[in-house]
Structure formats: structure tokens, C-alpha cells
T-cell receptor, first 113, second 110 residues
Framework: DVKVTQSSRYLVKRTGEKVFLECVQD?????MFWYRQDPGLGLRLIYF???????EKGDIPEGYSVSREKKERFSLILESASTNQTSMYLC????????????FGPGTRLLVL | RKEVEQDPGPFNVPEGATVAFNCTYS??????FFWYRQDCRKEPKLLMS???SGNEDGRFTAQLNRASQYISLLIRDSKLSDSATYLC???????????FGAGTTVTVRA
């Protein structure tokens, strides 16, 4: 079974803090994704990566950056957290391009005060 | 216009009922279609892929209507355990990413 893990299930941070969300997958997948999920808005893509050190902006990259130094690990960075970044953050991975099933991690519920 | 739109529901149905709902997509070049299921406070998990010819998996039937640009999901003989939010996902050709709908919530009552 594919396993995608995220470093924290719940996180509380203060406005202006730098926040790191880590995601690790154990199936040698090429593609990894970061989404945020908000009520009524569904899943929105922040960034994705199709190879080590490669990254592409998704639909809402503002205020975020990412890092993929190793194939199995994809990190999401909030450079200076703001209250409007309070959300559920979901990481996903897939072996091939977008036509394949995405496997999601359990999510990190981030609260920015 | 959103790329993928769903009726948010909720659809409240009794056990044993049939429930069906649609998802419309805007990109006529989209090639891959999926239904994901998301339980409360859990991550989405793939329920089924949607093929051009339609497909069935037990009590679940998915259909694709390219002419009208929508996919549908039908659940027969609903169980309490079917209560969840159902997300549709669509991607286009040569596209790494999926676009997700906001989800349709189904609640099955005893």
C-alpha cells in the first residue's frame, strides 16, 4: 500500500512565523502535490513537483514556497504565516502524470493566530 | 467559471435509497475523470475512475457524458457507511494536475 505521511496532524502558529509542513511518500512516486482545503472551496493546488528539485506553481502559490531535495520528501513553507492561511493542508503523490490516482496524506490542520 | 463544479448538497437519504449527483467540468479537452470519497476530517481516497463507457463497482456506478461535459455518480442501496463527501476530479491532456470539485455531501440515515 502507498503511504503518504505528513509531519503534523495539527499545528498552531502565530502570525509572521515561518512554518514548515513536511510530506513523505514511500512508493518512489515522481509527482508530489500540496493542496489546501477550505469549506466551500474544495481542494486548491498550491504547488506541485514532478521531479527532484523541480517545482511548478499551482493555482494559489502566493505566500508559499516548496522544496524537494529528495524524491520521497516534499516540503511546503509558509514564509510568514498569516491568518488567511489557516486551513487544512493535504499532500498527495502519484507515480505518473495527472491521469493517475493521487494518494493523499492524512492532512495537517493549521491554525494561524 | 470554476473548472469543476458540484452540487454541494447535502443529500439526505434513507438507508436503501438510491442517490445520484453530477459534476460538471469546463475543459472540453479533459481526458481523465475520477470520483474520490472523503470522510469527515480524513483525507480523500479514490473511489473509482470514470471511463468513457461508464463503469460499475458494486453499488456504485459512474458515467461520463462528454457532450454535456459532466460525470455522474450513482449509489444504489445506500448504507450508513456511504455517508461522506464525494469529490470529483478532472484533468486535461498533458496535465500533471487534477482539478477537484468542492464536493457533494451525502448523509444516509437509518
Amino acid at each position: 500500500d502507498v503511504k503518504v505521511t505528513q509531519s503534523s496532524r495539527y499545528l498552531v502558529k502565530r502570525t509572521g512565523e515561518k512554518v514548515f509542513l513536511e510530506c513523505v511518500q514511500d512508493m518512489d512516486h515522481e509527482n508530489m502535490f500540496w493542496y489546501r482545503q477550505d469549506p466551500g472551496l474544495g481542494l486548491r493546488l498550491i504547488y506541485f513537483s514532478y521531479d527532484v528539485k523541480m517545482k511548478e506553481k499551482g493555482d494559489i502559490p502566493e505566500g508559499y514556497s516548496v522544496s524537494r531535495e529528495k524524491k520521497e520528501r516534499f516540503s511546503l513553507i509558509l514564509e510568514s504565516a498569516s491568518t488567511n492561511q489557516t486551513s487544512m493542508y493535504l499532500c498527495a503523490s502519484t507515480l505518473l502524470a495527472g491521469s493517475e490516482t493521487q494518494y493523499f496524506g492524512p492532512g495537517t490542520r493549521l491554525l494561524v493566530l | 467559471r470554476k473548472e469543476v463544479e458540484q452540487d454541494p448538497g447535502p443529500f439526505n437519504v434513507p438507508e436503501g435509497a438510491t442517490v445520484a449527483f453530477n459534476c460538471t467540468y469546463s475543459n472540453s479537452a479533459s481526458q481523465s475523470f475520477f470520483w474520490y470519497r472523503q470522510d469527515c476530517r480524513k483525507e480523500p481516497k479514490l473511489l473509482m475512475s470514470v471511463y468513457s463507457s461508464g463503469n460499475e463497482d458494486g453499488r456504485f456506478t459512474a458515467q461520463l457524458n462528454r457532450a454535456s461535459q459532466y460525470i455522474s455518480l450513482l449509489i444504489r442501496d445506500s448504507k450508513l457507511s456511504d455517508s461522506a463527501t464525494y469529490l470529483c476530479a478532472v484533468n486535461g491532456p498533458n496535465d500533471y494536475k487534477l482539478s477537484f470539485g468542492a464536493g457533494t455531501t451525502v448523509t444516509v440515515r437509518a
